[in-house]
């Protein structure tokens, strides 16, 4: 959740998820290999590479890295939905938000106070309230919008043109 501070409220900006790095198998290929090539397209695409294999994770999901992964099946390689680990990110429609959420994160901003701000919040379904499930792990002032701008590689200049448009709406 990305949020600049507009007049006296707070404008939803972006939000984004960051989705477990995964392979899909093909019934073919070593796990290892699935990996192998999952990291080289990321490192084609201009995104981070997986480094932080979880071989335990993989276990839990009934395979290791020698298993033929059986076709369509998905196996998530980590449990660390990190940018810099090959987590790539997903922008989020608002009409996916559960609105719960976005007045939970509105009044969050309120009560900070901030100009910008990122908050951090987990949950398995954005569209269920967070009464239900989800809560937040941090709020950021000086949020990182390198995630959001990554969600969509073919217009990188909105997020940014948005916070500055709205930032300097509140100078003018």
Not at 58 to 73: A, E, M, R, W
Not at 132 to 151: F, K, M, R, W
Request: contains cysteine; positive net charge.
């Amino acid at each position: 959740f990305l949020s600049v501070k507009d007049s006296h409220k707070k404008e939803i900006v972006d939000i984004a998820k960051r989705p477990l790095p995964f392979v899909v198998g093909n019934n073919n290929k070593k796990l290892e290999t699935l990996i192998k090539e999952f990291n080289q397209k990321q490192k084609l695409d201009g995104n981070y590479p997986c480094h932080n294999i979880n071989e335990n994770y993989i276990k839990t999901q009934g395979h290791n890295l020698n298993s033929i992964i059986p076709n369509n099946k998905t196996i998530y390689i980590t449990n660390v939905a990190n940018y810099h680990n090959g987590s790539n990110t997903i922008r989020i429609p608002m009409s996916k938000i559960h609105q719960d959420n976005i007045n939970m994160f509105k009044k969050t901003n309120k009560l900070l106070g901030l100009e910008l701000s990122g908050i951090d919040y987990m949950t398995n379904d954005i569209s269920k309230s967070y009464k239900q499930e989800g809560y937040i792990i941090e709020v950021n002032s000086g949020p990182d919008v390198t995630l959001h701008i990554a969600a969509d590689k073919s217009n990188k200049s909105m997020i940014p043109n948005k916070i500055i448009s709205l930032l300097n709406k509140n100078f003018a």
